[in-house]
């Protein structure tokens, strides 16, 4: 599996983006804040016009902070998707006639009993007798990211192609949950320094009012589109584990082969 590194393209959009952006708003609101004294927005000003002075305090505490921020996990933004998909996306309940959403609206990562209806209504029959034979017994009300993952590195380990997309499909879903966490911590740094500024000097800023809506509609965006990005992530497992199930197989036929040995009554000698 690919270690997410500093100069690596997933060390760069999982850590150092998310990280960098948090810094960028905490050197906004402590320009901006108005208990702040001079000598510290100077000395901030002072660091933004020094190129490699920014560059140094990007690096190392951009990417501090986005190590910080993949500190949580991914699946609390999932959930919270499912949660607001319940709330406004009339669909999540259009296949039920007791008007309960459906799976892909509210089981827990990864999925495994919404895997099973997609293998039933929209995959081939070979496609549904893995899954049954490979996936079925792995369920735990929906849940089970130890064989998830574990898939993960048995395709890795044989099929490079598939390894890359799965990857970059992980890669999508840390980098957008670790943006949501970056702009919902701006979101409240922003507003504490909107609500400290009223307060201050009976004024409001346009900008840092323009600035919340933009974070807000991020947010809500996010939440609109987390869940379908993760189930994609999903399949896209589901399907290289399909495409590789001779390494499941092998598994099962070795097991089965020792559980025979086994049972055979030993010789006396």
């Not at 997933?10 to 952006?21: A, D, H, L, M, S």
């Not at 000003?45 to 305090?57: F, G, H, R, S, Y």
């Not at 990211?145 to 490079?160: A, G, H, T």
């Not at 970056?182 to 922003?190: I, Y």
Request: glycine share 6%; proline share 3%; aromatic share 14%.
């Amino acid at each position: 599996m690919n270690i997410p590194s500093i100069g690596g393209a997933r060390g760069i959009f999982e850590y150092f983006v998310p990280g960098t952006f948090v810094l960028m708003n905490l050197g906004l609101v402590a320009l901006l804040l108005p208990f702040v004294d001079d000598e510290t927005r100077e000395f901030i000003l002072a660091t933004a016009d020094n190129p490699i002075l920014i560059l140094v305090v990007a690096v190392g505490f951009g990417y501090l902070i986005g190590v910080l921020l993949r500190l949580f996990r991914t699946e609390y933004p999932d959930k919270w998707s499912a949660a607001w998909l319940r709330k406004t996306y009339r669909l999540a309940h259009r296949d039920n006639d007791d008007n309960k959403p459906g799976l892909w609206a509210s089981e827990d990562f990864p999925y495994i009993g919404w895997l099973e209806e997609v293998c039933k209504q929209y995959l081939s029959p070979e496609a549904e007798s893995f899954y049954k034979k490979i996936w079925a017994d792995r369920k735990q009300d929906g849940q089970n990211r130890q064989f998830f993952n574990f898939c993960k590195v048995l395709i890795s380990s044989e099929d490079e192609r598939s390894a890359n997309e799965i990857n970059a499909a992980e890669a999508l879903s840390r980098y957008i949950a670790g943006m949501f966490y970056a702009v919902v911590l701006s979101f409240v740094l922003v507003l504490f320094t909107v609500v400290l500024r009223l307060v201050y000097y009976g004024q409001i800023t346009v900008g840092l009012v323009l600035i919340l809506l933009t974070y807000l509609a991020a947010i809500v965006i996010i939440l609109n589109f987390f869940r379908f990005v993760r189930i994609k992530e999903v399949e896209i497992v589901f399907a290289a584990s399909f495409k590789n199930r001779s390494i499941f197989t092998e598994e099962i036929v070795v097991e089965d082969q020792m559980e025979t040995l086994e049972d055979v009554p030993k010789s006396i000698s």
